[in-house]
């Protein structure tokens, strides 16, 4: 059957909208990175991002050189915005683990349009996320100090403190989602290889393809890669966060010493991770007209996924009240009492309405397919998440056993600064990531269409 020949499918077995060939996809794709003209809306988002990077810098380094105490952390609230901030953006990678892992052992072919970008974003999340506990170190440059290597002082790491568990996790977590994210690169590299038109474009092309020239054997061994690394990336879904949860289930505070934080913090790292995923999937899709790639149907499947974490979030919400309660321990009920009529009430109630509230909206079809609105609600996700992980960090410090102990927690213009300045290295990350490499996989997305899927009839 001729390339360009286009077959319909019907509207149920959709991936992509009609009318898509494989000349068609690959243009649309490479153009965004091969092309000299960068939209003006990239250079203004690259901007704001770089402007915001720029408190990072200055934040860091009046860190360094005056100590954490810049920050709004005191006693006893010793660990304020920055491991908030660190909980808050490891559970927005977690979406892209499993939109490339869980979905493609799941053999979901609608994670094809959303999987490439799903896992930079889960890079870069990540690279933000390790930034807050060696800026919380107070002595940063000794961080090597959490691996176990050979060393004439016989220093070894404690494995016993949740620091070295997190930094484990972390460099894990990243170093799977990177192998994984360069391997479904390099098909798409060998073509932009061949498409570019500049010299040195070509040569840099060529030498991150690593050779790829799509032979049978090629391919073989690409699949065989792609689903070892599925595998071994899936278990990670659950375990980073769980692992990360354990900085607070170990500690034997109120409102902290609970033993279904590991799926609390699990489905809530999901949650937040989708909503990032639409919040940067909707811009994305109307700013460079891939309507036709990342369809109504890869927003609502999404949505849905989201919706569905977010009942688990809210069911928890529900289960922990109540076992304070039940407990029949009066610092328990306490904890949770203070979180609800204390000084921070009003964060509270703002995390259950952008949590539970706002989200239910979703079982209404319209919000799952209206662009504006499932941005809106994605970006509330994403304000509710944070919220939560402050309220669980802050509030449990802030009044735990001794009342003569007790004391608030306010952030400083450093705290605002470290935390959107972090927001600004993702922009700008994200945002030179898809101009220098295609944001959708083009062999995955070629392998959708019709023409396709008749040319594998064939063969077999």
Avoid at 276 to 282: G, Q
Wanted: include cysteine; glycine fraction near 6%.
């Amino acid at each position: 059957m001729p390339e360009e020949q286009v077959v319909d499918t019907p509207e149920s077995q959709r991936v992509i909208a009609p009318g898509y060939t494989f000349g068609s996809v690959t243009d649309q794709i490479s153009t965004v990175v091969l092309t000299k003209h960068t939209p003006l809306f990239w250079f203004a988002t690259f901007a704001a991002g770089f402007v915001l990077l720029q408190g990072l810098l200055l934040s860091a380094l009046l860190l360094f050189w005056k100590g954490v105490g810049v920050w709004g952390i005191r006693m006893p609230v010793m660990w304020g915005w920055a491991i908030t901030n660190f909980v808050w953006w490891i559970g927005i990678g977690h979406a892209g683990t499993l939109i490339s892992a869980i979905l493609l052992l799941l053999n979901q072919s609608w994670r094809n349009s959303i999987n490439r970008f799903a896992e930079a974003m889960t890079l870069f999340a990540v690279m933000c996320a390790g930034m807050f506990p060696l800026l919380h170190m107070g002595r940063p440059w000794l961080f090597y100090w959490m691996f176990p290597y050979p060393n004439p002082m016989n220093v070894e790491p404690n494995f016993r403190s949740p620091l070295v568990w997190d930094v484990f996790a972390v460099s894990t977590y990243f170093t799977v989602s990177l192998l994984f994210w360069f391997v479904g690169l390099i098909p798409d590299l060998g073509t932009l290889r061949d498409r570019a038109q500049h010299l040195i474009t070509k040569y840099i092309y060529g030498m991150l393809s690593m050779g790829w020239r799509g032979s049978i054997r090629h391919w073989s061994v690409y699949e065989t890669c792609s689903l070892l690394l599925a595998g071994v990336a899936t278990p990670l879904v659950l375990s980073v966060h769980t692992v990360v949860s354990f900085d607070f289930t170990i500690a034997i505070v109120p409102g902290w010493h609970s033993t279904f934080f590991p799926p609390y913090f699990v489905a809530g790292a999901i949650y937040s991770g989708f909503a990032m995923v639409l919040a940067l999937a909707i811009p994305l899709r109307s700013f460079y007209h891939m309507e036709g790639l990342i369809t109504d149907r890869h927003l609502e499947n999404s949505a849905k996924l989201m919706l569905a974490t977010g009942l688990i979030v809210a069911y928890a919400y529900i289960m922990e009240t109540f076992m304070a309660w039940y407990s029949g321990s009066v610092y328990e009920q306490q904890a949770f009492w203070n979180r609800m009529t204390g000084p921070y009430s009003a964060q509270y109630w703002f995390l259950i309405t952008c949590n539970v509230v706002a989200p239910n909206l979703l079982w209404i079809r319209k919000f799952r397919t209206t662009p504006v609105l499932l941005f809106i609600s994605s970006i509330i996700v994403l304000i509710g998440m944070w919220l939560e992980r402050f309220m669980i960090i802050v509030s449990s410090l802030a009044q735990d056993y001794t009342q003569s102990a007790w004391g608030l927690f306010h952030a400083t213009r450093w705290d605002f600064a470290t935390f959107f300045g972090t927001i600004g290295f993702f922009v700008v990350m994200f945002f030179l990531f898809v101009r220098a490499l295609p944001m959708i996989s083009i062999f995955e997305v070629r392998t959708l269409l019709p023409q396709a899927k008749v040319r594998e009839e064939v063969r077999s």
